[in-house]
């Protein structure tokens, strides 16, 4: 069946800077800002921006994605006409298969699926931001411009530059230099990863790319190079508003206080922000709790003291329990007197009665977030340090 | 798996004590503890025992009711084969005016869905919906299968405050007699008028009732039942349970929910979840002046103010400086700044304006109807 434009979900990359907190699932499964996962943004997005044909495209650690996203059902994805589809490595004939190489390669092995749809445009995204756009806008500006690819793009401030792809902008207003993390950024017009192609045009380039040896297989490093050198029209579509890569535990935390402070409206309902949530009843909290500047999901039952913190389904403070500046994923315990301070804790982690996780900024070289992986258990008065990556079970060292 | 375990939900008239409560709904859709409507409990009990097709009878004010099960996907029974079944009057060739005088009446209006969908030798769950609690069906319907009852009936110790019919058992485990009470104390055990029945026995309990010009299920169809020879099995249910009859009973129902005992009863951690509608939201954000105790709160609040022993549905506002104790306040109503509310029940989409002064009392709480604005 003929769709004007499918999107294409990157959700295949290990997320290797969270650390313990991506052991054993997919960056884009990680829980975020209370009720959410991070592929519900993008996922929302396409919903609300009309796109009901999703890719995605998993390679590590999918199994818990892949039930996260079954149907679609959940973000309204799930017409008969269209869907959310999982598209993992798969092998062909003769035993010829690979796994993804790149983002480019990507889609390059799934060019058939594409081809069944028939799309005018392809939207490529990443599973790892947190952000609310409407890509119907970005398709409308791609239309009008005549483009071979629009790439949203955003101003991150010349201190920032130099961690971003940087698109150099012409008299014209197309793009005329792409330049991945320069030293000596000419610009702060940063790729935020979001691309719109004409479809015909992508096609043409996966296909050569995959023939030259020397490419990476990446959309910023190699695609989009080329297209520029063969003088192919790019837009860029400037975006306004909040944007975040979350790859790393520091902005992983920003990020979710930055949902403490509204900086993302997650409540208006015009632009919905969906989830597939467990069955769970509203949230209790107990006689002695003080709750202040924070995020309480469905399912949790908060008898201590909570400051500043997101709190997922299912997490439990018990009396005498304090957290603050915290993050905390689906069923994670903090029992009585334990203090839990500037910290991550992944799902169904445990800190028991009388344990300290992390303190507040103290000026050192030392200091950072600290973290516990999912399921790890910090024993009765162990203490995690600031900055602590902790994979396995703490027992307190008398 | 297969269970041959079909489920009949009749929601007829509602109390009138229920007051403002069902102006624009049946008391099977009101909702209650945040996030559900009463419905859901019956229809949570049938999912959770594995049972894959439950028919609901509706007679009147059922559009909120239609709004909240739609297709039936939430709790599972969006399916080809059976699932979800709304039988409203007039829906079927049976139906004729609209107006059930009893239960057997409402079910002859849905004979042909009885006869036709429901294979032979099948067993039904029939049940009212206008209780909350979480009954594990699993367990009588063991008992039914086991003990080769044709009818099993699921009581518990206790009474009802209100009009209902209790079960005296014998030594043997079964009840041959049934007894009415006006409310308060009675001998046997207070039944929670959820059955387990033969579906041929019901076909042939509804054919007498025909006949004879009979209404009722207890006093009709059981009595007869019981006055031919017939036996019930019981299952005794004691965990938390209670039918709503009226808006007293609704706020105390509410009020219960803050007891760590009926939560941990009602919703157990590790236990059979009652399902509900999903909607798309947020988490509940509490700013820095949030103050609040011994709350029951859904997701998609923001609240600013105080509250102490209050349960908030859905979407609810409170804005900086409001005081609410004793409160229910129902999907997306808002309180602005400076209101005080004491006792008070809001329905879905209200206002409380600003510095608004509102108190009920615990014998008497007020309640504000749908979509008005103090």
Known sequence: MKK??????????????????????????????????????????????????????????????????????????SADDGGVFILPPYM?????????????????????????????????????????????????????????????VIQVGMEEAKRF??????????????????????????????????????RQALIEDEADPDSQRDFGKNIIPKLLAAGEKLWPYRFQGY????????????????????????????????????????????????????????????????FNSVLSNQVTVEKGAHVEYSVLMPGAVVEAGAEVRFAILGENVRVCAGAHVGTAPDGTESWGVATCGPDVTVGPGALVAPGAMLYDDLVATT | MRNDLHGIIYTLHSETALRELVEHR?????????????????????????????????????????????????????????????????GLPDAHSGHFSGCMEALRSVRSYIQDDIPQGADIVLCAADWAGNIDLNRAVELHRRTGAEITAVCSEGY???????????????????VFS???????????????????????????????????????????????????????????????????????????????????????????????????????YYSDTAVVRSSLVADGCYIEGELDSCILFRGVRVAKGAK?????????????????????????????????FLAGSERLPLVIPKGEKV
Request: charged letters at 25%; hydrophobic letters at 40%; a negative charge.
């Open chain 2, 160 to 178: 009802g405050d209100f009009a209902h019919h209790r079960l005296v058992v014998d030594d043997d485990g079964f009840a041959r007699r049934l």
């Open chain 1, 243 to 306: 944007w975040r890569d979350v790859g790393t535990i520091a902005s992983l935390w920003d990020a979710n206080m930055d949902m403490l402070s509204q900086d993302l409206d997650l409540y208006d309902q015009s632009w919905p922000i969906m989830s597939r949530s467990p069955i769970r009843p509203p949230h209790v909290i107990g006689p002695e709790a003080a709750v202040r500047h924070s995020i309480v999901t469905e399912g949790c039952v908060v008898d201590g003291t909570v």
């Open chain 1, 165 to 202: 792809g940087i698109m150099n902008i012409g008299a014209d207003g197309y793009i005329n230099e792409f330049e991945e993390k320069p030293v000596h950024p000419k610009s702060d017009t940063a790729s935020m990863g979001i691309y719109i192609f004409t479809w015909s045009k992508l």
């Open chain 2, 324 to 356: 609410l104790k004793n409160c229910v306040l129902m999907q997306d109503t808002v309180v602005e700044a400076g209101a005080e509310l004491r006792c008070v029940i809001a329905d879905k989409d209200c206002v409380v304006t600003e510095n608004c």
């Open chain 1, 4 to 77: 004007e434009c499918i999107a294409m979900l990157l959700a295949g990359g290990q997320g290797s800077r969270l650390y313990a907190l991506t052991a054993n699932v997919a960056k884009p499964n990680l829980p975020f800002g209370g009720k959410y996962r991070i592929i519900d943004f993008p996922l929302s997005n396409c919903a609300n921006s009309g796109i009901d044909t999703v890719g995605v495209l998993t390679q590590y650690r999918p199994m818990k994605l892949n039930a996260y996203l079954g149907t679609g059902q959940p973000w309204d994805l």
């Open chain 2, 182 to 284: 006006e409310g308060g104390p009675g001998p046997g055990l207070f039944s929670r008028e959820i059955y387990i029945i033969k579906r041929d026995l019901l076909l042939e309990l509804m054919d007498y009732c025909s006949d004879s010009d009979h209404s009722h299920f207890h006093r009709d169809a059981l009595a007869h039942y019981l006055a031919e020879g017939g036996r019930i099995a019981v299952c005794e249910h004691n965990q938390y349970a209670r039918r709503i009859t009226s808006v007293r009973d609704y706020f105390d129902a509410s009020m219960e929910l803050i007891q760590p005992q009926v939560m941990a009863e009602l919703f157990p951690a590790d236990g059979l979840p009652i399902r509900t509608k999903e909607r798309a939201e947020a988490s509940t």
């Open chain 2, 26 to 90: 049946n008391s099977a859709s009101i909702p209650f503890g945040g996030r559900y409507r009463l419905i859901d409990f019956a229809l949570s009990a049938m999912v959770n025992a594995g049972i894959r097709d439950v028919g609901v009878i509706m007679e009147r004010d059922y559009q909120s009711l239609l709004d909240h099960l739609s297709n039936g996907a939430d709790w599972g029974l969006a399916r080809r084969s059976g699932g979800l079944r709304l039988l409203p009057p007039f």
């Open chain 1, 92 to 152: 062909s004939a003769g035993e010829k298969g690979n796994w993804f190489s790149g983002t480019a390669n990507a889609i390059y092995q799934n060019i058939d699926f594409i081809d069944v749809r028939d799309p005018e445009y392809v939207l490529i995204l990443s599973g790892d931001h947190i952000y609310k756009m409407d890509y119907a806008d970005m398709l409308r500006e791609h239309k009008e411009r005549g483009a071979a690819c629009t790439i949203a």
